[in-house]
């Protein structure tokens, strides 16, 4: 549960609306094919990371959001990551009202 407080009293948004509200805005961009979950990360990288491909925390009164993607083979990542971070900025921001701190894209796989 991330908390914020205002002038009426404090409000609690669960993770899972805010990975739901990230994982919408990820799949409305060009050439991501998919979010790496737990299982294809683990896969990938012999150990044991969790959630859905987006992690999110509260740090000071910010989010920090990580989202692991796949994406398809021939995109211009760093055009891509810079879109993602963009839309997934504003979507928080305008969704929720709380400060983005950072959003941090881990490309994890490519597909054809």
Known sequence: MISMENHNGTIHVSESYFSSLVEHTVSQCVGVTGMAGKAKRAFLFKNKAGGTGVDIREKDGKLEVDIHVVVSYGLNIAAAVEN???KV???????????????????DAMTD
């Open 84 to 86: 993602i971070i963009e």
């Open 89 to 107: 900025t504003y979507a928080l921001e305008t969704s929720t009202g709380m400060t983005v701190g950072s959003v941090n894209v881990y490309v």
